[in-house]
């Protein structure tokens, strides 16, 4: 039995008698893989320890926005989409990240560098519309963010991973 499968089971046994014990234990799951996931290996083994079927585990796995399906960067980077947004430029901006991560988003709106050191995400709205355009980085809201800005926080972001 590999860690992994010894610590989904410790989390399923540690979560079982609660009630919506399934949504507990598949943040439980996520939060402790390193790349913030839940991947397929992961719901078949929270589907057996907790015998339940895995389409049920998939379900819920898949409708709540907060669950990733895919590995996500150390740092995320999460352009919002909104009309506010937009109407302030947010396009170019994504743009931008976009060409210097060399990345494409792909059919859900994300996107991850091959070395799994940055994940770009599309938002309808964050709710902060006055402050247009909004971008969040690892959860740090920047509001009226230029190009320029925006330029400087990503100049920060891959100089401190190359430290790291
Ligand atoms: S549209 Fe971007 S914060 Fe609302």
Redesign the pocket.
């Given at each position: 039995m590999s860690d992994r499968h010894v610590a989904i089971e410790a989390i399923v046994a540690s979560h079982r008698t609660e009630r919506g014990a399934l949504l507990s234990i598949l943040e439980a799951v996520q939060r402790t893989n390193e790349h913030n996931y839940l991947s397929k290996e992961e719901l078949i083994l929270v589907a057996k320890a907790m015998e339940v079927p895995l389409s049920t585990v998939y379900s819920v796995a898949t409708f709540y926005a907060f669950f990733n399906l895919k590995p996500q960067g150390e740092h995320v980077i999460t352009v919002?989409r909104?009309?506010?947004?937009?109407t302030r430029g947010?396009k170019p901006l994504l743009q931008q990240v976009l060409k210097q991560l060399n990345l494409e988003l792909d059919e859900e709106g994300t996107a991850t560098t091959d070395d799994v050191r940055f994940t770009v995400h599309t938002v309808a709205?964050?709710?902060?519309?006055a402050?247009?355009?909004?971008i969040a980085i690892d959860s740090v809201i920047h509001s009226r963010v230029t190009e320029q800005k925006l330029t400087q926080l990503l100049q920060t972001l891959i100089q401190s991973k190359e430290v790291s």
């Open positions: 919002c909104g009309t506010a947004c937009h947010s709205c964050f709710g902060q519309c402050l247009a355009p909004v």
